[in-house]
């Protein structure tokens, strides 16, 4: 198998890129530089371009059988309207740019996997979201709704279409966790607000196995919740990082800090969903880390 990656340099794509090479696939790689990042492996092809502009990249689209898109700006930082024109022009214009190369009979391309967000949903309390739950109406759920559209215009070229919508990435170098076990380090961790919201979360080789799954599986199309089978309550992620780390998990970062930091994403910190992924397990997947205690026990054991 062919497969062409948008966002495969990043934290998630580069796992993923390995995770492919080593079923033997043969692996396209679009990157803003032809300058090989640290930790992308030899084997892969690497083209330069820019995903949010139309370029000489799309014309290596056609000849690929799966297209794997993970291409957008970090949500993780205090936005603004510049910066959130920027989370929502990263995800659609390269979607929509990468969609468009497809030819209207669909070419080589049989595949299509477009990353979306467990955001779309938005803010429900306790309520537990598989993929049939309604959408949300904040800022993230109208632009993870906007995301699939653009992916899902693929059906129409006679492409099968697997929206990703992804919980919390945990993964060693890099990533969220990086950010959450930083004060439990310094022996100040805790909960954040009320400790209540839910967290959706899925270990990153579950991830790529994932991925790999529903590739293998062409009977599942459509929207697939990418999170472990027991999303936490923050609170109790608070003591599983401690209790891993063996650092006090007691110390709470009110609600009032976390917004006044950073600003409107605050209060997405503060909320959370609870989601879980009927889809994975209604075809059979398996999770390696379905608990939070066996995914920072893998993760953080050893530092």
């Not at 309207?81 to 740019?97: A, G, H, M, P, V």
């Not at 306790?126 to 800022?139: K, M, R, S, V």
């Not at 899902?152 to 919980?167: D, M």
């Not at 209060?267 to 994975?280: E, Y």
Request: proline share 5%.
């Amino acid at each position: 198998m062919k497969a062409f990656i948008t966002g495969g340099t990043g934290f998630v794509g580069t796992k993923l890129t390995r995770a492919l090479l080593d079923k033997g696939h043969e692996v396209t790689v679009l990157s803003r530089s032809e300058k090989r990042r640290p930790g992308l492996p030899a084997q892969i092809r690497l083209i330069a371009g820019d995903p949010t502009e139309h370029g000489l990249w799309q014309q290596e689209v056609p000849e690929h059988d799966v297209l794997i898109n993970l291409a957008g700006e970090s949500i993780f930082s205090r936005w603004n309207d510049e910066y959130k024109k920027r989370l929502r022009d990263s995800r659609i214009l390269t979607t929509r740019n990468l969609v468009e190369a497809i030819p209207s009979d669909g070419g080589a391309v049989k595949h299509l996997l477009s990353t979306s967000a467990v955001g779309y949903y938005g803010f429900t309390g306790d309520e537990e979201l598989g993929e049939d739950a309604d959408p949300g109406t904040d800022f993230l759920a109208t632009l993870a709704q906007d995301w699939e559209a653009e992916a899902l215009k693929a059906a129409g070229k006679g492409i099968r279409v697997v929206v990703a919508r992804f919980g919390v990435v945990l993964g060693k170098d890099g990533g969220a966790l990086e950010q959450m076990v930083r004060p439990f380090r310094l022996f100040a961790g805790g909960p954040i607000g009320s400790g209540k919201q839910w967290f959706s979360w899925i270990h990153v080789e579950d991830l790529c196995r994932a991925a790999l799954f529903v590739i293998e599986h062409p009977e599942i199309s459509g929207p697939v919740n990418f999170c472990a089978p027991n999303p936490v309550r923050n609170a109790d992620l608070a003591d599983a990082i401690g209790n891993t780390l063996h650092r006090p998990s007691f110390i709470p970062a009110p609600g009032f800090v976390i917004k006044l930091v950073m600003g409107e994403f605050g209060s997405v910190i503060l909320k959370g969903q609870r989601v879980v992924p009927k889809m994975l397990k209604k075809h059979g997947f398996h999770f390696n880390y379905g608990r939070i205690e066996d995914a920072l026990n893998n993760l953080l054991s050893d530092t």
